[in-house]
T-cell receptor, first 111, second 111 residues
Framework: RKEVEQDPGPFNVPEGATVAFNCTYS??????FFWYRQDCRKEPKLLMS???SGNEDGRFTAQLNRASQYISLLIRDSKLSDSATYLC????????????FGAGTRLFVKA | NAGVTQTPKFRVLKTGQSMTLLCAQD?????MYWYRQDPGMGLRLIHY???????AKGEVPDGYNVSRLKKQNFLLGLESAAPSQTSVYFC??????????FGEGSRLTVL
């Protein structure tokens, strides 16, 4: 089992749609979780951190379910500019500061 | 703000040639990382460093060497390039906040 798993997609949605991505992680001791966004042929950039209580940033909502070991990202009112690959990221809890990436979920938002 | 700078951005090598990728960061970060990204795959950690003078192996270290002689620089070396090392290489740094700051990537082709 991979340490961090994501549905690769692609997700094809119309503008204005709501779309959700899930990500599962294997190490129950993991403490820190993030969503990164990567545009085609560009470097990944932090979209948002994921807190135990869940957090929201505009149209984006991230949630953590420790019991089931998954995190989710919800995008409301999708825009064309949301088209990208979304990477689930988990910080290795063993202290080596390794950050483990999922393979990413591709999102295409169409007019 | 320069952030994280990688050089070169593009390189074509012949099998057996050697080269060094340079990563420089101006944020005074302790932790630096080298990842490779291949089509359809997430970022895989090659080597990382938790401070000047220290390095450690990641998931896929074979065929690569690194050095961190200065805090701001992290070098990735290929002693004898192989076609399997054709990839996009990303350098990243962090100050243990969890957020990784990436360079723009270095696209390497080994013929």
């Amino acid at each position: 089992r991979k340490e961090v798993e994501q549905d690769p997609g692609p997700f094809n949605v119309p503008e204005g749609a709501t779309v959700a991505f899930n990500c599962t992680y294997s190490n129950s001791a993991s403490q820190s979780f993030f969503w990164y966004r990567q545009d085609c042929r560009k470097e990944p950039k932090l979209l948002m951190s994921v807190y135990s209580s869940g957090n929201e940033d505009g149209r984006f909502t991230a949630q953590l379910n420790r019991a089931s070991q998954y995190i989710s990202l919800l995008i409301r009112d999708s825009k064309l500019s949301d088209s990208a690959t979304y990477l689930c990221v988990v910080k290795d809890p063993t202290g080596g500061f390794k950050t483990i990436f999922g393979a990413g979920t591709r999102l295409f938002v169409k007019a | 703000n320069a952030g994280v700078t990688q050089t070169p951005k593009f390189r074509v090598l012949k099998t057996g040639q050697s080269m060094t990728l340079l990563c420089a960061q101006d944020m005074n970060h302790e932790y630096m990382y080298w990842y490779r990204q291949d089509p359809g795959m997430g970022l895989r950690l090659i080597h990382y460093s938790v401070g000047e003078g220290t390095t450690a192996k990641g998931e896929v270290p074979d065929g690569y060497n690194v050095s961190r002689l200065k805090k701001q620089n992290f070098l990735l070396g290929l002693e004898s390039a192989a076609p399997s090392q054709t990839s996009v290489y990303f350098c990243a740094s962090t100050e243990n906040t969890g957020e990784l700051f990436f360079g723009e990537g270095s696209r390497l082709t080994v013929l």
